[in-house]
């Protein structure tokens, strides 16, 4: 069983910046192994990949995404990173971290609860 738990989502201006976290538990993950993923939701449109990281450190970005936000991982704190810069309204949508415990891009089968964020025009 896995449990992520995002965080640090919110109200922000457009052009503004937000971190968010995903803290991961569960006695059968191997967090250093695992991939792990950003995916954002909007009203109406379907789930898509923001970012994702390997085991590695090797990233994998949306082409929507690339150069302004960045994903990063602590194993230690079982955490993965995604700093989001240059915030637009397009970028308003609920963010989901995803768990993928082998070596693809392909989301996996843990998926947190979601946070919210919203961008201001």
């Known amino acids: 069983q896995v449990q992520l738990v995002e965080s640090g989502g919110g109200l922000v201006q457009a052009g503004g910046s937000l971190r968010l976290s995903c803290v991961a538990s569960?006695?059968?993950?191997?967090?250093?192994?695992?991939?792990i993923g950003w995916y954002r939701q909007a009203p109406g449109k379907q789930r898509e990949l923001v970012a994702a990281?390997?085991?590695?450190?090797?990233?994998n970005y949306a082409d929507s995404t690339k150069g302004r936000f960045t994903i990063s991982r602590d194993n230690a704190k079982k955490t993965v990173y995604l700093n989001l810069n240059s915030l637009n309204p397009e970028d308003t949508a609920v963010y989901y971290c995803?768990?993928?415990?082998?070596?693809?891009?392909?989301?996996?089968?843990?998926w947190g609860q979601g946070t919210q964020v919203t961008v201001s025009s």
């Open positions: 569960g006695s059968t993950f191997t967090f250093s192994r695992a991939v």
């Open positions: 990281i390997s085991s590695a450190g090797n990233t």
């Open positions: 995803n768990a993928q415990s082998i070596p693809t891009w392909r989301p996996g089968d843990y």
